[in-house]
Each structure stands twice: as structure tokens, then as C-alpha cells.
């Protein structure tokens, strides 16, 4: 069965104290991992798409990796605005849809 | 350009109801896709619609249809409703089926 665990589940920071937050999959066929940010009442927030293990990308105070089993969101010095729910999605291979099968997320606070 | 718009943001309705919740996708997306996420949790995916037919179909009962109008809107409807449909109802649009999705705000649905 296809399936996305994200851990933790919550994340208590301190303002510019670094950290990571992990995605690790099991799906029949990886065509895309997604990052995207969600805060309180509102839709996701698109924020990275990775294809092939090894890519990386940066936004800002986040960087995104992906291996052949999971993927981490590195948080560098974060600020209390990067406070927010985030959440990985898998788009599956050839024949799928397009659907996205999501984790559950990671809360993210930052204090002050 | 606008983003992805639904319609209402908020609704209450009472067990047995049924409702209607609309969606516009991004300019020139084509594919719709509609998730259900509850408190706590990541979205689950509903349907997809591309061209305006269906492309996909997540693990939900029949009570749940859809529909994509010629301008690529598109329509979720809720029959008999129950007390555990109450979720965020978010809808994602994009170009060809197998892209970056964009997320609207979402519909906050309260069955009572």
C-alpha cells in the first residue's frame, strides 16, 4: 500500500534554531515528492517539487531533499512567521492521475 | 492572475442535507481535483477531473459526485450528508493532469 509518514508530528523551535523535518514514502512508483506549508483555516501553500533523489532546492530559509526513501525539509534560522503546518505529498508514476497522497504533517512553532 | 477560488469558505448544514461547493481554477489550468481534510490530519483525495471527465476517484462513497463545466470550474456535491463529512474541502487546480498543484483556501463544512 502506498503510504507517507512524516515525522514529528509537532516541532518546537526556538527562533534561529536550525532543524529537520523528514518525509519517508513507500509507493509503487515515485513521479514527484511535494513540500508545501499550510497555516491555521487555509488551503496548502505550494512550496518545492522534487523528481529525482539526489535534487535539492532552497526557498528562502528552507532547503529541500529527496533520497529514493524520503525526504527532509531543512529549516535554517528559522523566524516565528515560518510557524505553520507542513505537509509532503507523492504523485505517483505512469498511469496515475495525478492524485497526491499526503502525510499528516508536521507542526511547526517558533518562539521568540 | 487569481488564484485558485471556492466557494462559500464557510457553510452549516444539518444531517441528511445535501450541499454544493464550487470551484475556479488557476487561468489556463485544466485539471481540477478535489481533497477532504479533517482536523489533524492531511488531505484525502476525492476525485480529479481533466477536460471535464473524470480521471480519478479516491476511496469515498457514492454520496460524493462531481463535475467540470466547459470554463474548467468545477462542482463537488454532498449528498445525506453526515456528521463525519464536517472537513475542510479543499480544491487544487492544474496545467495537464501530472503537475504542480495549487491549493484555494478551502470550504469549511460543519454538519450538525
Known amino acids: 500500500e502506498d503510504q507517507v509518514t512524516q515525522s514529528p508530528e509537532a516541532l518546537r523551535l526556538q527562533e534561529g534554531e536550525s532543524s529537520s523535518l523528514n518525509c519517508s514514502y513507500t509507493?509503487?512508483?515515485?513521479?514527484?515528492l511535494f513540500w508545501y506549508r499550510q497555516d491555521p483555516g487555509k488551503g496548502p501553500e505550494f512550496l518545492f517539487t522534487?523528481?529525482?533523489a539526489g535534487e535539492e532546492k532552497e526557498k528562502e530559509r528552507l532547503k529541500a531533499t529527496l533520497t529514493k526513501k524520503e525526504s527532509f525539509l531543512h529549516i535554517t534560522a528559522p523566524k516565528p512567521e515560518d510557524s505553520a503546518t507542513y505537509l509532503c505529498?507523492?504523485?505517483?508514476?505512469?498511469?496515475?492521475?495525478?492524485?497526491?497522497?499526503f502525510g499528516q504533517g508536521t507542526t511547526l512553532q517558533v518562539k521568540p | 492572475d487569481a488564484g485558485v477560488t471556492q466557494s462559500p469558505t464557510h457553510l452549516i448544514k444539518t444531517r441528511g442535507q445535501h450541499v454544493t461547493l464550487r470551484c475556479s481554477p488557476i487561468?489556463?489550468?485544466?485539471?481540477v481535483s478535489w481533497y477532504q481534510q479533517v482536523l489533524g490530519q492531511g488531505p484525502q483525495f476525492i476525485f480529479q477531473?481533466?477536460?471535464?471527465?473524470?480521471?480519478g476517484r479516491g476511496n469515498f462513497p457514492d454520496r460524493f459526485s462531481a463535475r467540470q463545466f466547459p470554463n474548467y470550474s468545477s462542482e463537488l456535491n454532498v449528498n445525506a450528508l453526515l456528521l463525519g463529512d464536517s472537513a475542510l474541502y479543499l480544491c487544487?487546480?492544474?496545467?495537464?493532469?501530472?503537475?504542480?498543484?495549487?491549493f484555494g483556501q478551502g470550504t469549511r463544512l460543519t454538519v450538525v
Open positions: 505529498a507523492v504523485q505517483l508514476g505512469s498511469g496515475n492521475t495525478g492524485k497526491l497522497i
Open positions: 487544487a487546480s492544474s496545467k495537464p493532469m501530472n503537475t504542480e498543484a495549487f
Open positions: 487561468s489556463g489550468h485544466k485539471s
Open positions: 522534487l523528481y529525482s
Open positions: 477531473y481533466y477536460e471535464k471527465e473524470e480521471r
Open positions: 509507493v509503487s512508483g515515485l513521479r514527484g
